[in-house]
């Protein structure tokens, strides 16, 4: 139909912690989502998969992004942007990007992640 129907899954060292809603019907998700999460002093990444809900199969992987411990400490402020998917099968061609921004703040190591939009 030329629209996906997506959602994002948010992973810290492989353990799926979040699940934003699921946009219907498009290819440019807003999505506004804040969640924050408690790192452990030993977490090595931080990965947000953006999957395409389907209700007669298994749900496609459209592309993730990955946020390792050294890119956050490159960026002890945080980091606002758009990040391009990569993609999770090698087999499979990736287009697209996704809109976030991650702080860790305080000495407590939380971490502040929005999803904001994808296209």
Known sequence: ??????????KIDDEA???TATV???LSP?????YEVH??????????????????????VIG????TRDMLAEHPKGYSGW???SEVDPDEEVQGEIHLRVEVLGSQ???????LEAR
């Open 1 to 10: 139909t030329g629209s996906s129907d997506p959602y994002c899954i948010v």
């Open 17 to 19: 912690i979040v699940r």
């Open 24 to 26: 219907w019907k498009t």
């Open 30 to 34: 807003f999505w506004g989502e804040e």
């Open 39 to 60: 790192l452990q002093p030993t977490f090595h990444s931080i990965s947000i998969y953006v999957m395409d809900e389907d209700a007669l199969s298994r749900d496609d």
């Open 64 to 67: 993730k992004v990955c946020i």
């Open 83 to 85: 990040v391009s998917l």
């Open 109 to 115: 190591r939380l971490l502040c992640c929005t999803v």
